[in-house]
T-cell receptor
Framework: GESVGLHLPTLSVQEGDNSIINCAYS??????FIWYKQESGKGPQFIID?????DKRQGQRVTVLLNKTVKHLSLQIAATQPGDSAVYFC??????????????FGQGTTLQVKP | DSGVTQTPKHLITATGQRVTLRCSPR?????VYWYQQSLDQGLQFLIQ???????AKGNILERFSAQQFPDLHSELNLSSLELGDSALYFC?????????????FGQGTRLTVV
């Protein structure tokens, strides 16, 4: 079936270190990818997105890398802070072929930041 | 605050019952999406409406239905509820009809079926 998988269920990092969260997607037709952050008791919050015609996109303290050859997506968080503790989801969309906003989400990675 | 409002926040009901979840999108957003989040299935897309019309459908059960009203708010109706329907139900909205526009999520409705 449809799936966007994550490599690790839990990632624990020291405050101030860089974090890397990985994601493998299965659908070659996907052309738009998004990372979401979900804190306890809240809905997913948009972090950063990237289109399939790009390999890298940077935001504030975050960078998303896309490797279409191996269908791999990663989220890098620089200088991780306690407020970054949350579950992170990658999501994919097939805008070019589906023309809809349907997102397929991965299972999520829990990021724990140790003070 | 994302600007997307979902009511109620919590809902406890018995098996076999019917419930209605409500979503008010951000001002100006024409698309509304419904997602189900459970521990074993993760976040699953249910359905999308754009300006009152159904735009995309996911693995939504026949017991579930949704609609978007002229004022753009949306309702998700869940009937003949089963224990397995217990989950968080999220609504999201975006300006356009595709994921090229950022989707904002509400805080969800936690449904518990007993």
């Amino acid at each position: 079936g449809e799936s966007v998988g994550l490599h690790l269920p839990t990632l624990s990092v020291q405050e101030g270190d860089n974090s890397i969260i990985n994601c493998a997607y299965s659908n070659s037709a996907s052309d738009y990818f998004i990372w979401y952050k979900q804190e306890s008791g809240k809905g997913p919050q948009f972090i950063i997105d990237i289109r399939s015609n790009m390999d890298k996109r940077q935001g504030q303290r975050v960078t998303v890398l896309l490797n279409k050859t191996v269908k791999h997506l990663s989220l890098q968080i620089a200088a991780t802070q306690p407020g970054d503790s949350a579950v992170y989801f990658c999501a994919e969309n097939m805008w070019g072929s589906s023309n809809t906003g349907k997102l397929i989400f991965g299972q999520g990675t829990t990021l724990q930041v140790k003070p | 605050d994302s600007g997307v409002t979902q009511t109620p926040k919590h809902l406890i009901t018995a098996t076999g019952q019917r419930v209605t979840l409500r979503c008010s999108p951000r001002s100006g957003d024409l698309s509304v999406y419904w997602y189900q989040q459970s521990l074993d299935q993760g976040l699953q897309f249910l359905i999308q409406y754009y300006n009152g019309e159904e735009r995309a459908k996911g693995n939504i059960l026949e017991r579930f239905s949704a609609q978007q009203f002229p004022d753009l708010h949306s309702e998700l109706n869940l009937s003949s509820l089963e224990l397995g329907d217990s989950a968080l139900y999220f609504c999201a909205s975006s300006v356009g009809q595709g994921a090229s526009t950022e989707a904002f999520f509400g805080q969800g409705t936690r449904l518990t079926v007993v």
